[in-house]
């Protein structure tokens, strides 16, 4: 039962433009959400997190949006950069012990 | 804040042997929890502890798994009698409990059964 999905595997875009990606969920009960970066043969690092009393949270070149009747959230990265490229893991706490449930993943290109 | 440590880095064993796996927390937090990450997949819940008590093991968790804090600080992760199945990244993460704080991962234990 995959709570939370990442529908897209990867994502290729040019430096400099912006990227956006994309995460379901079907559990209402949550109401907080995670971006985690992970660069390869390192650990997943936090990104930026939304609450769902809020729509948008934004820290710098990052912006998470929140669509709670479309069960939707969008990370969008802007401008691009090389460094930028890396699997974004979309992720939700369960039960409120801070157990995350995690989509799949996608792995994000910049192209220079 | 030295980050989450976990040793060793990678793991290689033939089926059938045991393996222990060791993590390190940032030294102020008191949640730990261990995750398997198999490929093209995101991080699978296995385990967590509060300080030195293991609170909740996921059914992922077979009987040859088992998972220690002693005395609240850093954390071992033993698999008996390994399977190819079981190859995987294992990752630790801790936090300091407080609501909707965010994990903080180590860098992971890749094990590898032949």
């Known amino acids: 039962d995959q709570q939370v999905k990442q529908n897209s595997p990867s994502l290729s875009v040019q430096e400099g433009r912006i990227s956006i990606l994309n995460c379901d969920y079907t559990n209402s009960m949550f109401d907080y959400f995670l971006w985690y970066k992970k660069y390869p043969a390192e650990g997943p690092t936090f990104l930026i997190s939304i609450s769902s009393i809020k729509d948008k949270n934004e820290d710098g070149r990052f912006t998470v949006f929140l669509n709670k009747s479309a069960k939707h959230l969008s990370l969008h990265i802007v401008p691009s950069q090389p460094g930028d490229s890396a699997v974004y893991f979309c992720a939700a706490p369960w039960r409120g012990a801070q157990k995350l449930v995690f989509g799949q993943g996608t792995r994000l290109t910049i192209n220079p | ?114």
């Open chain 2, 1 to 114: 804040d030295t980050g989450v440590s976990q040793d060793p880095r990678h793991k290689i064993t033939k089926r059938g042997q045991n393996v222990t796996f060791r993590c390190d927390p940032i030294s102020e937090h008191n949640r730990l929890y261990w995750y398997r990450q198999t490929l093209g997949q995101g991080p699978e819940f296995l385990t967590y502890f509060q300080n030195e008590a293991q609170l909740e093991k996921s059914r992922l968790l077979s009987d040859r798994f088992s998972a220690e804090r002693p005395k609240g600080s850093f954390s071992t992760l033993e698999i008996q009698r390994t399977e190819q199945g079981d190859s995987a990244m294992y990752l630790c993460a801790s936090s300091p409990g407080l609501n909707n704080s965010p994990l903080h991962f180590g860098n992971g234990t890749r094990l590898t059964v032949t």
